[in-house]
């Protein structure tokens, strides 16, 4: 089965190389953005403003190459792809749980994003905690990792 899938806009972020970014929107570095939404979808922006959190979900359009197993910025251990966030994967989706500071227009502006510049929109969906907040969720292989939510990948185990 083949899957087309067209943007919805484009992400326009400080970052321009995966080496100066973020892993995780929960970085403690907090970098502002924004998305550019096309024409033909803003109407579908209405109320999106009420909500202090939405998903981004984009193409990795940078990625090439698939690893099934891979060892992720977090750790020196190889895991499964689907046990990480790594970007290797088959079909290269990120999604990042991002905080709407605001919209004007076509433009959504964001804080924490962790994807390059000029990265394809996909689609938006709002972050709801009574849908999204699962109870007592566990970390896997990453409770064994110090701060996660600290790390950047330029400081990645080598
Ligand atoms: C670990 S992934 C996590 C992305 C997203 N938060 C997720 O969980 O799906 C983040 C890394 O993907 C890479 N990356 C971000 N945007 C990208 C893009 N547009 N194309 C290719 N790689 C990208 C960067 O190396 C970045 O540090």
Redesign the pocket.
């Known amino acids: 089965m083949n899957i087309v899938y067209h943007p919805i806009g484009r992400l326009v972020t400080p970052f321009e190389r ?1 080496e100066e ?5 929960c970085s403690t570095i907090v970098k502002q953005g924004y998305a550019v939404i096309f024409d033909d979808f803003v109407n579908g922006l209405k109320d999106l403003a009420m909500f202090s959190h939405v998903v981004l979900i984009y193409h ?4 090439s190459g698939v690893s099934l197993l891979v060892k992720p ?1 977090l750790d020196v251990e190889e895991h499964g792809v689907f046990a990480t ?3 290797a994967r088959p079909n290269p989706i ?3 749980v991002v905080r709407l500071l605001k919209i004007e227009g076509n433009i959504l502006f964001f804080e924490n994003l ?3 510049n000029d ?1 394809p929109l996909l689609d938006i969906k709002p972050y709801v905690p009574e849908f999204d907040r699962p109870d007592n969720p566990t970390s896997g292989w990453l409770s064994n990792v110090e701060n996660p939510s600290a790390m950047r ?1 330029d400081e990645r185990f080598v």
């Open positions: 995966p970014m973020p892993i995780q929107p990795l359009h940078k990625q910025f966030r790594a970007p990120g999604m990042s962790d994807m390059l990265t990948s």
